[in-house]
Structure formats: structure tokens, C-alpha cells
């Protein structure tokens, strides 16, 4: 079984350029969630979505950042103009959506460097 | 708000000697709590949760957490730390008010167990 899957793994981007971060999930999991880490600053909680749907977007910036889970491929995490600040690692995590106990599955996140 | 709390940015343990790494949290209700770790460059990994019942939880690589209800607390535990058991590790908790999956994580504590 194929874990969560991110890509790429490193993405670097200049200033005002856009970028995109993708996730699939693991198998059998409609439950999708995307978390930023900065150092020093653990994880912090952007968006939860399930297939087609957008469930609690509550920490995701206002501008410029947007997610989508589609019917068909991966979710998809976008920054247009891209700025320094937003140079972080995120980590797209999975889980079933059937069992509210069930602990979340990682991939192994997106490193993010804004020039 | 919502929050967890892990008092130690960083704890260090001779190998051979128990640890503990602490975690409070301020949620209402009763929230399902995690633990996860993370190795340099990978995503978290889930190591045990708390739903109900016993107040003492085993978890992977034989760590356990004791949920303590009056004090908010759910701290994590191992009897015997070894030098790879140094890794970030992370406190999280899930409120069941909130009607879906959300899961808010602590800023996270590195264990150093120097050999």
C-alpha cells in the first residue's frame, strides 16, 4: 500500500511566481488535510477537505492560497505570488473519513523556498 | 481557543533513562489526543492516541501516554530512551464539538538522548 504521496519534494519559486504542491492520499482515505511547518513553529492547520468539498478552510491565509480536491487526482495546494514569507515545509496528511479516532497518515511534505 | 501546549522546546535524556515529554492542551469537551514523531526530512509519524478507557496508552517502539482528565494533560512516556528514539515529537488533540477531523498540533518538543 502506497502511503501519501506528495510532490515535489523540494519546489523553489521567485517572488511572484505561483506554486503548486500536490497530494495524493492513501488509498481508501476521502479525508485530506494540509499543514504548514515553519522552524520553530510546529504545525499549523491550513485546510481539511474531502472530495469536491472544502470542509474548514479556518487557517488558510485569506489571499493568494487556495486547495482543491478534485473527483479525480490528487489535491492540490496553490500560492499565486508566491512571497519569502511563505518558504516553509508542508505536509499533506490523509485519513479514511469513516472513524473520527483515526489517527492522520503523512506524507513526507513539500520544502518550499521562495527566492 | 483551541490549543495544545508543549512546555519544552527541547528535553535531553541520557540513553537507559526514562523520558518524559509533556503536553497539555485547552479544548472543550472531551477531544481524542495523539502523539506522533518526526525524523529530519520525513513527515509525522503516528505513535499512540487516547480515545477512552485506561488512562495509561501503549503506543509504537514502546512508548505510552497517560491521559490525566483534571490536569489537561496527556504526557508521553518511555521506561528505557535510546539514542534513536531522538526525534521531534508532537502532541495533538481532535475536539469532537467541532462536527468534523480536525486535528491541532502542538509546536512540537526535541528529545536528544545522548548515548
Known amino acids: 500500500n502506497a502511503g501519501v504521496m506528495q510532490n515535489p519534494r523540494h519546489l523553489v519559486r521567485r517572488r511572484g511566481q505561483e506554486a503548486r504542491l500536490r497530494c495524493s492520499p492513501m488509498?481508501?482515505?476521502?479525508?485530506v488535510y494540509w499543514y504548514r511547518q515553519l522552524p520553530e513553529e510546529g504545525l499549523k492547520f491550513m485546510v481539511y477537505l474531502q472530495k469536491e468539498n472544502i470542509i474548514d478552510e479556518s487557517g488558510m491565509p485569506k489571499e493568494r492560497f487556495s486547495a482543491e480536491f478534485p473527483k479525480e487526482g490528487p489535491s492540490i495546494l496553490r500560492i499565486q505570488q508566491v512571497v519569502r514569507g511563505d518558504s516553509a515545509a508542508y505536509f499533506c496528511a490523509s485519513s479514511p473519513g469513516t472513524d473520527r479516532n483515526s489517527p492522520l497518515h503523512f506524507g513526507n511534505g513539500t520544502r518550499l523556498t521562495v527566492t | 481557543a483551541q490549543s495544545v501546549a508543549q512546555p519544552e522546546d527541547q528535553v535531553n535524556v541520557a540513553e537507559g533513562n526514562p523520558l518524559t515529554v509533556k503536553c497539555t492542551y485547552s479544548?472543550?469537551?472531551?477531544?481524542?489526543l495523539f502523539w506522533y514523531v518526526q525524523y529530519p526530512n520525513r513527515g509525522l509519524q503516528f505513535l499512540l492516541k487516547y480515545i477512552t478507557g485506561d488512562n495509561l496508552v501503549k503506543g509504537s517502539y514502546g512508548f505510552e501516554a497517560e491521559f490525566n482528565k483534571s490536569q489537561t494533560s496527556f504526557h508521553l512516556k518511555k521506561p528505557s530512551a535510546l539514542v534513536s528514539d531522538s526525534a521531534l515529537y508532537f502532541c495533538?488533540?481532535?475536539?469532537?464539538?467541532?462536527?468534523?477531523?480536525?486535528?491541532?498540533f502542538g509546536a512540537g518538543t526535541r528529545l536528544f538522548v545522548k548515548a
Open positions: 495533538a488533540v481532535r475536539p469532537l464539538n467541532t462536527g468534523g477531523f480536525k486535528t491541532i
Open positions: 479544548v472543550s469537551g472531551n477531544p481524542y
Open positions: 488509498k481508501g482515505h476521502s479525508h
